[in-house]
């Protein structure tokens, strides 16, 4: 079996479960700030091609457009929801979405944003940018922001 089928069986298994958390994540975001419930951001993907990435939106309208432990002060951004789904991983329930439009994967190394060039630059070298990236990859079971962007190339190749 493929890896594409099985991530497409995956998809189809996981959304009767997320589908009701889906909506109240949806509902209680529109109740606590404003703005819209996702945030489409632009991510490298395979072969270091942009492309768009759903998430629930978890920091506020106007936030600087950079990895968020770049930000001077990154809790002013955060919204008080957007801690709670940051720290369960509930804000990457829709990349599920991705996974059905063949953007990603459900196992792969996580995308880089668009502007993490340094990360983009290593992942070429060491020919990682050209796997699909995944909703989780080795490096972020082994660390996500606590290692270093060499330590997460070397997880993901």
Known sequence: MSKRVLDLFGVFVLLPIVIIPYLIISILIKLTSKGP???WSDRIGQNNIIYKMPKF???Y???????THLLKD???????LGKVLRKTSLDEL???WS???SSMSFVGPRPA???QFDLKELRT???VHLLKPGIIGWAQVNGRDEISIEQKVVLDS
């Open 61 to 67: 309208i106007g936030t600087p457009d950079v990895a």
């Open 99 to 101: 996974v059905i439009n």
């Open 57 to 59: 939106r978890t920091m």
């Open 113 to 115: 944003l668009h502007n």
């Open 94 to 96: 829709p990349q599920l």
């Open 37 to 39: 419930v996702l945030h």
């Open 74 to 80: 990154p809790a002013q951004f955060i919204t008080p």
């Open 125 to 127: 070298k060491e020919g």
